[in-house]
Structure formats: structure tokens, C-alpha cells
């Protein structure tokens, strides 16, 4: 999951080296008033807390910084996407992890579940392969979809169904 992980965060980082910080900060009525920075933050803001927790054996992506610099600054962003490049390279895929989670809107049910590295790096790739989607849904509301590649945003699965298919 590693190299998944890393190819994910590649990607996020190439569409970061070519947007303008206007457009990254720009909100979309597509995105329900967000900008796609906000969307690259928490993207990115998971996987600051799997690497932090992949030391501490715990993970809670309810506990997320939400860094406006992250959000408002693609260099920045950048930075960040460096360092978790550097830092998903040092976690132990088997490693287990417990999982802290509030499934609930009144904040009263903290649960705790066991899982691993692995487990957790297959969902902030998928994670952000959904946020991808909705980043690109932005892009083409700007006019902007010419900044990302057609894989950006669509399920490792897809890709290969349209591949089988022909459809590529």
C-alpha cells in the first residue's frame, strides 16, 4: 500500500504545481461552497495522522488540524506532501493501530477499533481518491480540468474495468 499511497500523494502534488492559488482558494457552488484547497487539506490532513499515529499506535481522523495554510497556499501544500512522502515511507504496513472514531453527531461515542498501517493506508488512498473526484468536479466548474490527467479522481477498480473494456 505504500507505493499506492505515495503514487496517490504524486499525483495531488502534480496538480498542486500547476494551479494558481487562486483558482485553489476560489469557492465552488459544484463543491457546496468549498474550495479545492479545503478539499486538498483534508486529504492531506489524513495522512499527516496516519503517519503520526503509525508512532503512537493510535489514529483519530476526527482530531484533524484543519491547517488553513495547507488550504489556502498550493506551495505549502507541497511542503506537506514532501514530508508525508518521507514519512509513509517509514511506517510498518503490519503495524496495528487502534482507531478512534465518533460515529455520531453529539460527540458522546467515541469507539476504538483495532486495524493496521496497511488497513489505514488502503483507506486514505481511498479516501482521497473520493476527494480527487470532487476536486476535479471543481476543475471542470472552473473551466480548469485541463490542469489534472483523466485518471485523477476514479478508482484504481474503474481504471481497470475501462482498460478490459476498451473504454481506454
Known amino acids: 500500500m505504500k507505493s499506492s499511497a505515495k503514487e496517490n500523494l504524486?499525483?495531488?502534488?502534480?496538480?498542486?504545481?500547476?494551479?494558481?492559488?487562486?483558482?485553489?482558494?476560489?469557492?465552488?457552488?459544484?463543491?457546496?461552497?468549498?474550495?479545492?484547497?479545503?478539499?486538498?487539506?483534508?486529504i492531506l490532513e489524513c495522512y499527516l495522522l496516519l503517519v503520526s499515529g503509525s508512532f503512537t499506535g493510535v489514529v483519530s481522523y476526527d482530531k484533524r488540524q484543519r491547517d488553513e495554510r495547507i488550504e489556502n497556499d498550493p506551495d505549502f501544500a507541497i511542503s506537506i506532501v514532501n514530508k508525508l512522502l518521507k514519512g509513509i515511507s517509514?511506517?510498518?504496513?503490519?503495524?496495528?493501530?487502534?482507531?478512534?472514531?465518533?460515529?455520531?453527531?453529539?460527540?458522546?461515542?467515541?469507539?476504538?477499533?483495532?486495524?493496521?498501517?496497511?488497513?489505514?493506508?488502503?483507506?486514505?488512498?481511498?479516501h482521497s481518491i473520493h476527494h480527487q473526484a470532487l476536486i476535479k468536479a471543481g476543475l471542470t466548474d472552473f473551466g480548469k480540468q485541463h490542469l489534472i490527467d483523466d485518471h485523477f479522481g476514479v478508482d484504481y477498480s474503474t481504471l481497470r474495468y475501462r482498460k478490459d473494456a476498451g473504454v481506454e
Open 10 to 42: 504524486l499525483q495531488l502534488k502534480d496538480l498542486l504545481t500547476r494551479i494558481s492559488e487562486s483558482v485553489y482558494t476560489r469557492t465552488s457552488e459544484v463543491l457546496s461552497g468549498a474550495t479545492i484547497g479545503q478539499h486538498v487539506r483534508h
Open 90 to 126: 517509514t511506517i510498518r504496513e503490519d503495524e496495528r493501530i487502534e482507531l478512534e472514531a465518533d460515529y455520531s453527531t453529539d460527540g458522546n461515542r467515541e469507539n476504538r477499533l483495532i486495524t493496521s498501517a496497511d488497513r489505514e493506508l488502503a483507506y486514505c488512498v481511498e
